[in-house]
């Protein structure tokens, strides 16, 4: 990927001396940002631009260039694909749209790209894309015009759609975030956004990334990524509704993904979701301050209404608000003439005009230890401007050299906040909750250490595992007895169960088990719904009632064979399942049971495997956790069962491929711990073969 | 209230001209603005400022102004009070702070404040707040120098806090919203929210009412308000936290609200509730455009990545995006070059550059009846910039021509966000969101028709009602059998249910009732938590276990009383119940019941009394609301009966303002009706007289 960023040359194509023509907005581009390589200009009619040949195919060109840009009109793209694979270009970026995004019979088009692309050997950005940049090597080639410098800095940029991209760099440059690189990645016929995320995450000049997507294509490798840096990863993933779906297909050929997936994978590996533009600018601003180092926030406000709606902000994102000491307030309360404060945080300046005095109450907030980072709420107009503007850009500078957050939050006008922006050395917040908002954000950002989440695969039965699964009927579903079975070979714990074929049969089994026992048929996919067809028969006391009830189903039903189950009393009624999700892969689901619970849609979702941490979190964020935890006089379920039997239950979506769904409904939880009491398995694609 | 927005005098106490004073802002601004009727100024030093004489008391003004506005230290206000009383004053405007927002010592000052004005039958608002703006009559009284001219419109602002008033203020002004009148309430001593805007629903100048409130004090009253108009009315409630509270009550004396409370009566009185500054400032530009007649919009995007973002704003915000017609897309299809466009809703423009066109596509897109509203993201730079700014202007007059609103986004650096500003006559949205919410908001405003709520007034027994609240022990609670019979006196279905004073006496009631019975022990406070204390024993189901049932009660808790109920099977098990909030009054509330949904909290609360609608409302958003309309095959419940129920419980609360809380736990609710089986009442105050 680092070729794509650090060329020493680079061919335009699609460059021409005509009016309107906007690949001479590249070399603008390049021009503009000093690029140091060499430049080469290609299109069919030759000529010359500004001084420089324009090479009439890439063939002529005196030399291979290390990257080439191309913008000329879609149905010219393979060939030149082709031209630039026989010179021996590696890597392209290819801004010219009108693809899959347009419409499904250019898709044959796309095809040639790639083929050439792999004839070659080539990596190609694109189609459908604006271009990339790096601050660095002062490289700079997207199409339209960046009639602005972009501010070197940390923070890298991948965007899906040019439009937003350009959103986002332009956003940064007006906000004092700096840019390490950018990427608009378009269709992402061969490099995507995991390719790209790869590089950043090891580029020495990226501190801090910006994923905007709308779609996600290998979702796993995204989360392993995410998750394996300690670098903060904003991610604004859009195209959530249908519509969204129908408009981000036409526009950069997404797919959707399933969205609760995307969010629960998102959480897990420690990356902020951003939802709105405005939302994900307030992230980034954040990102850009020193990482606060907990959530204790010093509020100074000039005003009493801003402050209430400051401490709202913080109980909103979860931050804390510690009383100033003592010392910190004394200077303060000696310099308040009226006295109209009252001191506390947030700390409400009041009538304290003593502008000067503005910067020791920051600078002292922020040597307290007892804080975190300090937001600073400042509104000044007419006579104030002058102190007021030597003030914020000294805040700049208390912020560097202490070494932690100020949100510099600024109720001026927009003339003056574009004149205070350009003396602050960084940025500038409109109210103080985005400022709360985005000092939360970066406090939680970073990656999530991963710990032992194997440490559940012990006695892990994954040639009994394998055999279960191949005993699967043509639909895909396993019987009762295999899905409990598949169970046991996970560790997870199962109700003691016996499989009859016949009503004697039955009755030796609840004999063994002992009494009371559950009766269920089994024979396929036309029994799945066993309550409904009469398949079940709870609550059977004896001998008697098990022959009685067994012959009953064995005759209306004719079942191939009988589970006999223990009845288990009482436990909160749980459920647990895996899914597969076609691009993050298997994820678990935990969530309350019983009928209520289930119409209420109280589950939480994980990617697996899942380690203690995770599936605690799991646990801890169901809306009724609660019952879990001893409520109203009950006794709480045993959290260790509970969380072994979900990463254990993990563990199995992980290393069996093979199934696509698994229900575990209900999973019964009490103090002593938790039983699998009836389960639902259904095996797609290639089945394992036993043994291997 | 009409004399403090027109007075045809104004007097300024505490205007000098030593450096600082901040009295001569309170005369710049009006002078500023343009006051056309006298000013005079007061200040004990006397002296004269700028031509004007300085009064040394306000028993030296030649005549007695309309309105007196006071800046003057803490202590030296209740003797201006009782100066301004004395000369005839009726109405001021107390802006000094440094009352009991400081500290309760202060509350003394206040008290002969409010005295004061008392006995000669002022009004005034204050203290601690900014003053007061009327742009009709052209009066401006603020403290602060308003160094911009305020736009005069539709939208009339009320502020507890003088530093988010003039955030809003500034705000509106920056983004063509016109201000009809404005008044920071501060302490709200005298006049509060509810005189302001009993006056400003009935004021002809104002069209739209924004509301920033910390606290409210008669809630009631503010809801009766808001649901009796159309105008739509936008509330900023801000201290939601306790840290907030700490704060907001030493800034502007305010109380902390329960917010679910809050939320229910603002979301029943149509108001919409804006949670930050900055989704309050989209939502009042959303509210000085055409209202929308319906939640269909259009979406017209330069670029595709925020055509899907708007696609996914319209998904949260519940607007609908219907296909545009192909009339509507032919000429635009004609028009686009290297047709890189999908013409669907969001309309994706592509590289479609006739600028001259856009005029038309947003024009027609107006004319279309399918579309109730039009989103029109636009971004430019660079040599785009001159046809873009005549593009800007004409889209405020197509707007008003249209009479349908156009939400006009701009996606230009902050320069040119200013500049657009100036040549546009509507508001302009940094980005499609911020315009979304804001057409979703103000389709969504407006008052609510009040229907006939009390249709289920009809047989309330209120005399018997009263009898039995009379009956409450010394705690307040009613007895059992008292509890039951006060939702029959409200012809709330109960289940049948017999007194019994000994076994006999229950077996015998039991016999009438049929069995299986359920038996409970009635005994005052302590053994209300009967299932607990072995209170209540469930399934008898002879004459026999109801003997020996009522025998063990009776010798092990030594009830006063047995209640014998028939048992009822089945049955969607929900929660109902009264509250009587200090601020809003009496308030129903509707839950799903059993220990899972209790954990959940899923509840749903009104004002009482509601009407059908409301109650409908209540039942449609709780969250487990899909259990209550056949969930898994269940029967529904019957919807008449439950909303008839709710209605009924509503009057109760009403009507009997003794009832300080009251939980029918379970409602059991079925296809047939609903059945309360069990309550407790507690009554609080003043116990009402039986007999009237």
Same mark, same amino acid.
């Given at each position: 990927?680092?070729?794509?960023?650090?060329?020493?040359?680079?061919?335009?194509?699609?460059?021409?001396?005509?009016?309107?023509?906007?690949?001479?907005?590249?070399?603008?581009?390049?021009?503009?940002?000093?690029?140091?390589?060499?430049?080469?200009?290609?299109?069919?009619?030759?000529?010359?631009?500004?001084?420089?040949?324009?090479?009439?195919?890439?063939?002529?060109?005196?030399?291979?260039?290390?990257?080439?840009?191309?913008?000329?009109?879609?149905?010219?793209?393979?060939?030149?694909?082709?031209?630039?694979?026989?010179?021996?270009?590696?890597?392209?970026?290819?801004? $010219?749209?009108?693809?899959?995004?347009?419409?499904?019979?250019?898709?044959?088009?796309?095809?040639?790209?790639?083929?050439?692309?792999?004839?070659?050997?080539?990596?190609?950005?694109?189609?459908?894309?604006?271009?990339?940049?790096?601050?660095?090597?002062?490289?700079?080639?997207?199409?339209?015009?960046?009639?602005?410098?972009?501010?070197?800095?940390?923070?890298?940029?991948?965007?899906?759609?040019?439009?937003?991209?350009?959103?986002?760099?332009?956003?940064?440059?007006?906000?004092?975030?700096?840019?390490?690189?950018?990427?608009?990645?378009?269709?992402?016929?061969?490099?995507?956004?995991?390719?790209?995320?790869?590089?950043?995450?090891?580029?020495?000049?990226?501190?801090?990334?910006?994923?905007?997507?709308?779609?996600?294509?290998?979702?796993?490798?995204?989360?392993?990524?995410?998750?394996?840096?300690?670098?903060?990863?904003?991610?604004?993933?859009?195209?959530?509704?249908?519509?969204?779906?129908?408009?981000?297909?036409?526009?950069?050929?997404?797919?959707?993904?399933?969205?609760?997936?995307?969010?629960?994978?998102?959480?897990?590996?420690?990356?902020?979701?951003?939802?709105?533009?405005?939302?994900?600018?307030?992230?980034?601003?954040?990102?850009?301050?020193?990482?606060?180092?907990?959530?204790?926030?010093?509020?100074?406000?000039?005003?009493?209404?801003?402050?209430?709606?400051?401490?709202?902000?913080?109980?909103?994102?979860?931050?804390?608000?510690?009383?100033?000491?003592?010392?910190?307030?004394?200077?303060?309360?000696?310099? $308040?003439?009226?006295?109209?404060?009252?001191?506390?945080?947030?700390?409400?300046?009041?009538?304290?005009?003593?502008?000067?005095?503005?910067?020791?109450?920051?600078?002292?907030?922020?040597?307290?230890?007892?804080?975190?980072?300090?937001?600073?709420?400042?509104?000044?107009?007419?006579? &104030?401007? &002058?102190?007021?503007?030597?003030?914020?850009?000294?805040?700049?500078?208390?912020?560097?050299?202490?070494?932690?957050?100020?949100?510099?939050?600024?109720?001026?006008?927009?003339?003056?906040?574009?004149?205070?922006?350009?003396?602050?050395?960084?940025?500038?917040?409109?109210?103080?909750?985005?400022?709360?908002?985005?000092?939360?954000?970066?406090?939680?950002?970073?990656?999530?250490?991963?710990?032992?989440?194997?440490?559940?695969?012990?006695?892990?039965?994954?040639?009994?595992?394998?055999?279960?699964?191949?005993?699967?009927?043509?639909?895909?579903?396993?019987?009762?007895?295999?899905?409990?079975?598949?169970?046991?070979?996970?560790?997870?714990?199962?109700?003691?169960?016996?499989?009859?074929?016949?009503? &004697?049969?039955?009755?030796?089994?609840?004999?063994?088990?002992?009494?009371?026992?559950?009766?269920?048929?089994?024979?396929?996919?036309?029994?799945?719904?066993?309550?409904?067809?009469?398949?079940?028969?709870?609550?059977?006391?004896?001998?008697?009632?098990?022959?009685?009830?067994?012959?009953?189903?064995?005759?209306?039903?004719?079942?191939?064979?009988?589970?006999?189950?223990?009845?288990?009393?009482?436990?909160?009624?749980?459920?647990?399942?895996?899914?597969?999700?076609?691009?993050?892969?298997?994820?678990?689901?935990?969530?309350?049971?019983?009928? $209520?619970?289930?119409?209420?849609?109280?589950?939480?979702?994980?990617?697996?495997?899942?380690?203690?941490?995770?599936?605690?979190?799991?646990?801890?964020?169901?809306?009724?956790?609660?019952?879990?935890?001893?409520?109203?006089?009950?006794?709480?379920?045993?959290?260790?069962?509970?969380?072994?039997?979900?990463?254990?239950?993990?563990?199995?979506?992980?290393?069996?491929?093979?199934?696509?769904?698994?229900?575990?409904?209900?999973?019964?939880?009490?103090?002593?711990?938790?039983?699998?009491?009836?389960?639902?398995?259904?095996?797609?694609?290639?089945?394992?073969?036993?043994?291997?």
């Amino acid at each position: 990927m680092k070729q794509f960023f650090y060329p020493s040359s680079v061919a335009i194509l699609g460059v021409s001396p005509r009016p309107g023509n906007m690949g001479r907005n590249i070399l603008a581009n390049l021009e503009n940002i000093g690029f140091p390589g060499e430049i080469f200009l290609v299109s069919p009619k030759g000529g010359e631009l500004g001084g420089r040949p324009i090479y009439s195919s890439v063939a002529e060109l005196p030399q291979t260039p290390d990257l080439a840009v191309v913008l000329t009109p879609a149905a010219t793209v393979p060939g030149l694909v082709e031209d630039c694979g026989q010179k021996g270009v590696k890597r392209m970026v290819i801004e $010219t749209g009108g693809f899959r995004e347009l419409a499904d019979d250019r898709r044959s088009l796309e095809n040639q790209i790639v083929e050439a692309s792999r004839k070659y050997g080539m990596r190609f950005i694109g189609p459908n894309c604006i271009g990339v940049i790096c601050t660095e090597s002062k490289l700079s080639v997207p199409f339209p015009l960046l009639d602005r410098p972009i501010r070197p800095g940390g923070l890298s940029i991948l965007a899906q759609s040019g439009g937003i991209g350009l959103t986002y760099l332009h956003g940064c440059s007006e906000n004092k975030v700096g840019v390490a690189k950018f990427c608009s990645m378009g269709n992402k016929l061969n490099v995507n956004e995991r390719d790209l995320l790869a590089y950043l995450v090891d580029d020495p000049q990226t501190e801090a990334i910006l994923l905007y997507l709308e779609s996600i294509v290998d979702g796993r490798a995204l989360y392993d990524l995410i998750r394996s840096t300690s670098k903060p990863v904003v991610v604004h993933k859009s195209n959530i509704g249908a519509t969204s779906h129908a408009i981000a297909s036409s526009h950069t050929a997404a797919l959707a993904n399933d969205d609760a997936v995307v969010d629960a994978a998102l959480k897990q590996a420690g990356a902020i979701r951003a939802h709105t533009v405005h939302e994900c600018m307030q992230i980034v601003k954040g990102l850009s301050l020193p990482k606060p180092k907990g959530r204790r926030l010093a509020i100074i406000s000039r005003s009493g209404g801003h402050a209430v709606v400051s401490a709202d902000a913080a109980f909103r994102h979860d931050m804390v608000l510690p009383p100033f000491p003592e010392e910190y307030l004394a200077p303060i309360q000696e310099a $308040t003439r009226a006295s109209v404060i009252h001191l506390q945080n947030p700390l409400d300046l009041g009538d304290l005009f003593h502008f000067e005095l503005y910067v020791d109450i920051v600078k002292n907030a922020l040597a307290q230890e007892d804080f975190d980072a300090v937001v600073m709420v400042h509104g000044y107009r007419g006579p &104030e401007v &002058e102190v007021s503007r030597q003030f914020v850009a000294k805040v700049g500078e208390l912020c560097k050299q202490a070494g932690k957050p100020v949100a510099l939050v600024l109720l001026v006008d927009p003339e003056e906040m574009i004149e205070a922006a350009k003396l602050s050395s960084i940025p500038l917040f409109p109210f103080a909750e985005e400022g709360i908002l985005a000092l939360s954000c970066s406090q939680k950002a970073g990656g999530i250490p991963v710990t032992d989440r194997l440490g559940c695969a012990e006695g892990f039965d994954q040639d009994m595992a394998q055999r279960l699964l191949a005993s699967a009927g043509p639909d895909g579903w396993l019987d009762l007895p295999e899905a409990l079975h598949l169970l046991n070979a996970a560790r997870i714990p199962v109700a003691p169960f016996v499989t009859a074929l016949d009503a &004697e049969d039955a009755v030796h089994a609840a004999e063994t088990l002992g009494y009371p026992v559950v009766l269920k048929a089994v024979g396929g996919a036309e029994l799945l719904h066993k309550t409904e067809a009469g398949g079940v028969v709870l609550g059977l006391e004896d001998a008697e009632a098990v022959r009685a009830a067994a012959q009953k189903m064995m005759d209306r039903l004719k079942p191939q064979r009988l589970v006999v189950m223990q009845q288990i009393g009482g436990g909160q009624e749980l459920i647990m399942g895996i899914k597969r999700d076609p691009g993050f892969g298997p994820v678990v689901l935990l969530g309350l049971g019983g009928v $209520t619970a289930e119409a209420l849609g109280d589950v939480s979702l994980r990617l697996a495997p899942v380690d203690d941490n995770e599936a605690g979190q799991m646990m801890d964020e169901l809306k009724g956790a609660a019952l879990l935890k001893g409520f109203r006089g009950r006794p709480p379920v045993s959290r260790a069962a509970l969380l072994e039997a979900v990463m254990r239950l993990a563990i199995l979506a992980d290393r069996m491929p093979a199934i696509a769904e698994l229900d575990v409904n209900p999973l019964l939880a009490g103090p002593g711990g938790v039983m699998a009491v009836d389960a639902r398995v259904r095996v797609a694609g290639d089945l394992p073969k036993p043994g291997h």
